[in-house]
């Protein structure tokens, strides 16, 4: 499995919003479907990994499936149009 981040987001509310907007088809995951639609090609998960510290507790974890370990552009894709409403640094998991 390999996964993405879009860290240092301020605001959970927005990041649901955004979170359903682009992704509607199920939330708590919000799941990335392949072009049938019949296929999870990623799962996107809302975290707190704040530590009572920082201002920017909440990040989102993109979980891309073993099937698709490919499309990693595809999730980086999504992850850019969040990041226009939520702000915030995207990385991946060998950062």
């Known amino acids: 499995m390999k996964s993405f981040f879009l860290e240092g ?20 995951p919000w799941v ?20 009572g510290v920082t201002d920017r507790p ?3 974890q993109a979980d891309l499936s073993g099937r698709y370990y490919e499309r990693g552009s595809l999730v980086l894709s999504v992850l850019a149009d969040l990041r226009a409403e939520t702000g915030g640094t995207i990385s991946n998991d060998n950062s």
């Open 9 to 28: 987001i301020a605001d959970e509310l927005i990041a649901r919003d955004a979170l359903s907007k682009r992704l509607p088809t199920q939330s708590d």
């Open 32 to 51: 990335l479907l392949s072009e049938a639609n019949d296929d999870a090609v990623a799962y996107f998960n809302l975290e707190n990994g704040g530590d």
């Open 58 to 60: 909440f990040f989102i």
